[in-house]
């Protein structure tokens, strides 16, 4: 089973994946908290990571994400205007048909 880890930059991905049926993790299971407005150091997060090697980090930090791999960790690298450029698309298809 694939299991995602979303960065604080990439939660706004986690419902759209979640309706696709993949599980996600995420910055509060590091907090201990739901709030995901507080800041999470790039270290922890790492450390995290690199403990949970299910797990495939999705961040948009090309440099945090080369730095975890080095550590082993599965990266996906995402663009937000790819994302929202994919999302309108598909949305447009929807309102056409």
Known sequence: MVQLFLDAQSLGLRPYLER?????????????????????????????????????????????????????????LVDDTEAVAVEVLRQLALVRS
């Open 20 to 76: 696709a049926g993949i599980t996600v993790r995420d910055v509060t299971e590091i907090l201990g908290s739901k709030d995901t407005s507080k800041s999470v150091q790039d270290k922890k997060i790492q450390e995290f990571v690199v403990s949970h090697q299910e797990l495939t980090l999705v961040t948009k930090d090309k440099k945090f994400g080369k730095r975890a791999r080095k550590e082993g960790v599965k990266v996906i």
